[in-house]
Structures are given as structure tokens and as C-alpha cells.
């Protein structure tokens, strides 16, 4: 099968680099990665398939104090990345990312997963007769006061449903699966909830203003997806009645380098996230 997604040829240098340097590290560093990571395994909602797509998962337990990264990683650290390709009677695997954690320290703003992350797999087999082994090679960096670059290979192996036709049933699995589903961005109902606009008076600042956020309701996090050639701060976050005010600094030399761009912002809590996109 196809891999399921491409390598962007900076992924590549910065997570060769740091394969490259993970097997210069003194063993203790390399111990430490080790106990990073409390559970690693590929899951699914069902014992069985019948040839539909069916959901799946990829779950990565952390132990205190580490962190893993989202497919924008920030200023430091770099992206998971995934490759099915050695998988069988596997059409394709549609991978989605939960709506990550932002992490801002001082000159450095990261974004990705702490304790546990499950990202929901959607699953399409070739043929309905056959077992689906689903094959990961995962290279992806945790994070504590030290990064250490990792790379996992895990296996699960789905059967086919039984010949007399009985309809797959869910597992214990299931209800988490649908849980990170629900993590996974989607967009907004209606996305003027969210107003923009520039800060003229100032160095460059973008504002953004959530609308219906009253009594009860606490400010969901913000993440600027896109663009990610545009650096966007950390956000002051103030309250004014049921609006919440977002301010973000920007790192451009007018508010015209980014005309035409389009803005796409993830709101989020702990149950679900928000995708907003905004042409400027």
C-alpha cells in the first residue's frame, strides 16, 4: 500500500539528524527515552472487519514530565511521522491528529501531547475475506528537559468477520476511539463566532474575539494552524462580558505580508476542538 502521507524534505534532515544523534547518545540518554514512553500499541474499535473501513487507533502512553508532538511541532522538536506501507490487505489508513497542548516557554512556543495521546485511524481493507495486519513504523521525539528522537515498529492483526455473517462487534476499545475522535478538529457551525482583525496602533498584533463565551464557560485554547511560514506568540487572553479577547504578537513587517493568507485557528478543550479558517 501507499505510505500515508509524504516526508517534507525538512522532516526528513531534522528527524535524520536526529536518528543520527540519538545513536551518538550515552546510554543513560537512551535510557531515559526508553522510560519515556509507558505504552505504545495500535488498537481497534472492533475483534473483526467485513470489509468496510472500520476505526482504529494508535495509542502512546507518556510517563510525568515528558511530552510527544503534534504534526506542527513549533519552534523546537519535530513531527511524528508514520509509514504503513508494509501493512496488508490494507487499501488505506487515514490518520487524524487530536487537537494538541501548546506549550509556551520563554523564545519557545511547542505544540503536542502530554500522559496519553490516541490518534484515531480511519482503516479501508482490500478484501473482505482476508485478516488486515496493519504494520507501523512511527519515528517521532520525546520530550522532557532533553529531546530523544524514537522510532517504534508495532503490529495488529484484525480478522474477518465469521462466515455466518455475524455483524463485528465493538470491543473495549471502542469508547476511547471515539473519544479522540471527537478531539480531532472539525469546523465550526458558524465561524463568525470568531472575529479578526488587526491591532493598528501597536506593534504587529493579531486579535481575535470568541463570541458566546459566558457565564461557566472557560476560554478554550488557541493554535494557529496555518500559515506556518508566520510566526504567532503566545496569546494574552482577556475576558470582556461573554467575549474573549485573543491578542497575539506576529512577527511580520506589515499586516500585508499576510494578505490573502489563509488563517485556519483550532479552538479546543478537554472534549473537543473547533477549525475555523479565515481568508486575511
Not at 181 to 189: E, F, K, M, T
Request: net charge negative.
Amino acid at each position: 500500500m501507499k505510505k500515508a502521507g509524504l516526508m517534507r524534505k525538512g522532516q526528513a534532515l531534522a528527524l535524520f539528524a536526529g536518528l543520527a544523534a540519538a545513536t551518538l547518545m550515552p546510554a543513560a540518554a537512551q535510557a531515559r527515552g526508553a522510560e519515556a514512553v509507558t505504552r505504545i500499541a495500535l488498537v481497534a474499535a472492533q475483534d473483526a472487519h467485513e470489509g468496510a473501513p472500520f476505526l482504529a487507533g494508535l495509542e502512546l502512553g507518556l510517563a510525568p514530565g515528558w511530552k510527544t508532538y503534534w504534526k506542527r511541532a513549533g519552534d523546537s522538536g519535530f513531527a511524528p511521522l508514520f509509514d504503513w506501507s508494509a501493512s496488508e490487505n490494507v487499501a488505506s489508513v487515514d490518520l487524524r491528529w487530536p487537537a494538541p497542548r501548546r506549550f509556551d516557554e520563554p523564545g519557545d512556543t511547542t505544540f503536542g501531547y502530554t500522559n496519553e495521546v490516541v490518534w484515531p485511524l480511519l482503516v479501508e481493507p482490500v478484501e473482505a475475506g482476508a485478516p488486515v495486519t496493519l504494520r507501523l513504523t512511527v519515528q517521532y521525539g520525546v520530550c522532557a528537559k532533553i529531546c530523544i528522537p524514537r522510532e517504534d515498529e508495532i503490529e495488529l492483526v484484525i480478522p474477518p468477520a465469521s462466515a455466518e455473517g455475524n455483524a463485528p462487534s465493538e470491543n473495549a476499545a471502542a469508547a476511547k476511539l471515539r473519544a479522540a475522535l471527537a478531539r480531532v478538529p472539525v469546523a465550526a457551525a458558524d465561524p463568525d463566532i470568531l472575529d479578526i482583525r488587526w491591532r493598528e496602533n501597536t506593534a504587529p498584533t493579531l486579535d481575535m474575539e470568541l463570541k458566546g463565551c459566558g457565564a461557566g464557560c472557560v476560554p478554550p485554547q488557541l493554535v494557529i494552524e496555518e500559515p506556518h511560514h508566520i510566526w504567532f506568540g503566545p496569546p494574552e487572553v482577556r475576558r470582556h462580558g461573554d467575549h474573549v479577547r485573543y491578542s497575539m504578537p506576529v512577527e511580520v513587517l506589515s499586516p500585508g505580508m499576510i494578505e490573502g493568507e489563509e488563517l485556519v485557528v483550532i479552538l479546543s478543550d478537554e472534549k473537543d476542538a473547533l477549525l475555523i479558517r479565515r481568508k486575511m
